[in-house]
């Protein structure tokens, strides 16, 4: 059961436009969402994250959108620059009751961003 | 301040071998995050440890796989035996406090496992 998917393997995009990439979930219990970049042969590192309380969320360039209703998320890169080019995950985690869910990131399968110059 | 460093950074073993991978997480960190990436997904928590202590091992395939984090520092992950479907990166990642949900995971490298 793929509980966050992201449904484009790949994005290309020009140098100095707009990347939008896009996340859905299926778990209404996920209330905090995560942005991970992966170069290769290097591990993830985090981007940026919004809670469930928030629909929008800025950091620099980078914009996250949240829409509940739809269970959607998306990330938007303005401008796209060639040193975006990277895997970008989507995560989701639950603030579980019981303490067991601390910190469980569920992902999704990647989208591979290329900027070209 | 140093990252996550796991070890080795590849491996290529035949199935029914037995495999280790170490992980020493960022100092400090309470919590060490074991996660399986199969090409084409993304990763997939085996193992979670606060401290020395295992928090969520739901999804680790205990008829096989083993993990140990002694004197909650460093945390070895094994496979015994290992199956063509281990074939996948194993990514170690550790988080400052308790694991809470606000809490940035930081990753290694990985390790990439083939099995033959």
């Known amino acids: 059961d793929q509980q966050v998917k992201q449904n484009s393997p790949s994005l290309s995009v020009q140098e100095g436009r707009i990347s939008i990439l896009n996340c859905d979930y299926t778990?209404?219990?996920?209330?905090?969402f995560l942005w991970y970049k992966k170069y290769p042969a290097e591990g993830p590192t985090f981007l940026i994250s919004?809670?469930?309380?928030?629909d929008k969320n800025e950091d620099g360039r980078f914009t996250v959108f949240l829409n509940k209703s739809a269970k959607h998320l998306s990330l938007h890169i303005v401008p796209s620059q060639p040193g975006d080019s990277a895997v970008y995950f989507c995560?989701?985690?639950?603030f579980g009751a019981g303490g067991t869910s601390y910190g469980k990131l569920t992902f999704g399968q990647g989208t591979i961003l290329t900027v070209h110059p | 301040e140093a990252g996550v460093a796991q070890s080795p950074r590849y491996k290529i073993i035949e199935k029914r071998q037995s495999v280790a991978f170490w992980c020493n997480p960022i100092?400090?960190?309470?919590?060490l995050y074991w996660y399986q990436q199969i090409l084409g997904q993304g990763p997939k928590l085996l193992i979670q440890?606060?401290?020395?202590?295992?928090?969520?091992d739901s999804q680790l395939p205990k008829d096989r796989f083993s993990a140990e984090r002694l004197k909650g520092v460093d945390s070895t992950l094994k496979i015994q035996p290992a199956k063509l479907e281990d074939s996948a990166v194993y990514l170690c990642?550790?988080?400052?406090?308790?694991?809470?949900?606000?809490?940035?995971?930081?990753f290694g490298p990985g390790t990439r496992l083939t099995v033959l």
């Open positions: 995560a989701a985690s639950v």
């Open positions: 990642a550790s988080s400052l406090v308790s694991g809470g949900r606000t809490d940035t995971q930081y």
């Open positions: 778990n209404s219990m996920f209330d905090y």
């Open positions: 919004i809670s469930s309380i928030k």
């Open positions: 440890f606060q401290n020395n202590g295992v928090v969520d």
């Open positions: 100092s400090g960190h309470a919590t």
